[in-house]
């Protein structure tokens, strides 16, 4: 079945605030479903693949600042999704890039990774280069690079398996962001290193399934649509006269 952006966006929210995310954050998570769905991305997938992950997370537990300095940030997401933790540590980059020209912020713990480059397009589009690195522990060994240009809202992606692994390699579960307000950083790898693609998504093309999916919607599950909406049904409203004859959140976007 195809919705559009705004329906789909709107009972996303929802359904992240049935989850019990606080209302921020289930805007942004939402947000960042929707943005990565429509630009190609696969948001909608991500998040058929995790919701069995997120249900069983404690969402009053927040995120924790390990350490900082004025140059880097470490935040420890205690083992949930970057759909719930990622705001923080990004904030937290973006005041100490503006403040110093640089900053590395290190996301310990964190689980759904990709769904974070939604997240990253926002302070890309607040005139600040960004670029997040993580290492996934399948088997090949892959590694993802993310790229934003100051000022853009799409990245260029790349995902890719190495041949020879690391002898000290263990388990990763983190992010590595770096932000500069004065200069584009993008991957440049060397022209020696041999590299089996498994992705290379460029800007262009993820402006292409925007323009898409605005014009024409987007295609949905019938079993996942029906998931967001039970899932939204479970917003608690406070008892009172109003509730009682039906006041609430609903399940359609027009309420």
Same mark, same amino acid.
């Given at each position: 079945?195809?919705?559009? /952006?705004? #329906?789909?966006?709107?009972?996303?929210?929802?359904?992240?605030?049935?989850?019990?995310?606080? $209302? *921020?954050?289930?805007?942004?998570?939402?947000?960042?479903?929707?943005?990565?769905?429509?630009?190609?991305?696969?948001?909608?997938?991500?998040?058929?693949?995790?919701?069995? /992950?997120?249900?069983? #997370?404690?969402?009053?537990?927040?995120?924790?600042?390990? !350490?900082?300095?004025?140059?880097?940030?470490?935040?420890?997401?205690?083992?949930?999704?970057?759909?719930?933790? %990622?705001?923080?540590?990004?904030?937290? *980059?973006?005041?100490?890039?503006?403040?110093? *020209?640089?900053?590395?912020?290190?996301?310990?713990?964190?689980?759904?990774?990709?769904?974070?480059?939604?997240?990253?397009?926002?302070? %890309?589009?607040?005139?600040?280069?960004?670029?997040?690195?993580?290492?996934?522990?399948?088997?090949?060994?892959?590694?993802?690079?993310?790229? /934003?240009? %100051?000022?853009? #809202? +799409?990245?260029?992606?790349?995902? !890719?398996?190495?041949? $020879?692994?690391?002898?000290?390699?263990?388990?990763?579960?983190?992010?590595?962001?770096?932000?500069?307000?004065?200069?584009?950083?993008?991957?440049?790898?060397?022209?020696?290193?041999?590299?089996?693609?498994?992705?290379?998504?460029?800007?262009?093309?993820?402006?292409?399934?925007?323009?898409? %999916?605005?014009?024409?919607?987007?295609?949905?599950?019938?079993?996942?649509? $029906?998931?967001?909406?039970?899932? +939204?049904?479970?917003?608690?409203?406070?008892?009172?006269?109003?509730?009682?004859?039906?006041?609430?959140? *609903?399940?359609?976007?027009? $309420?």
């Amino acid at each position: 079945m195809k919705v559009s /952006f705004n #329906e789909l966006q709107g009972l996303s929210r929802k359904a992240f605030s049935g989850v019990g995310f606080d $209302d *921020g954050d289930a805007s942004d998570a939402a947000d960042m479903v929707v943005w990565m769905e429509a630009h190609g991305l696969n948001g909608i997938q991500s998040l058929k693949r995790s919701l069995a /992950f997120i249900l069983e #997370e404690d969402q009053s537990h927040s995120p924790e600042i390990i !350490y900082q300095d004025a140059d880097l940030c470490v935040v420890d997401a205690h083992n949930r999704t970057a759909l719930n933790n %990622a705001s923080l540590a990004i904030e937290l *980059g973006y005041v100490k890039c503006r403040a110093r *020209g640089l900053s590395v912020t290190k996301i310990r713990h964190c689980h759904n990774r990709m769904l974070i480059v939604g997240y990253l397009s926002r302070v %890309a589009r607040r005139n600040m280069s960004v670029t997040a690195f993580w290492r996934d522990s399948h088997q090949p060994l892959t590694e993802i690079l993310v790229s /934003f240009k %100051a000022g853009e #809202e +799409a990245p260029e992606i790349c995902m !890719y398996s190495l041949d $020879d692994i690391p002898d000290d390699t263990e388990p990763n579960d983190g992010i590595t962001l770096v932000m500069v307000n004065h200069v584009n950083l993008m991957p440049d790898f060397k022209a020696d290193q041999t590299l089996n693609n498994l992705l290379h998504q460029d800007k262009h093309s993820m402006n292409n399934w925007q323009e898409h %999916a605005l014009a024409e919607g987007i295609e949905v599950e019938p079993e996942m649509w $029906d998931r967001l909406k039970e899932l +939204a049904t479970r917003i608690l409203v406070e008892s009172s006269d109003d509730s009682r004859q039906g006041a609430g959140a *609903g399940t359609s976007d027009n $309420d």
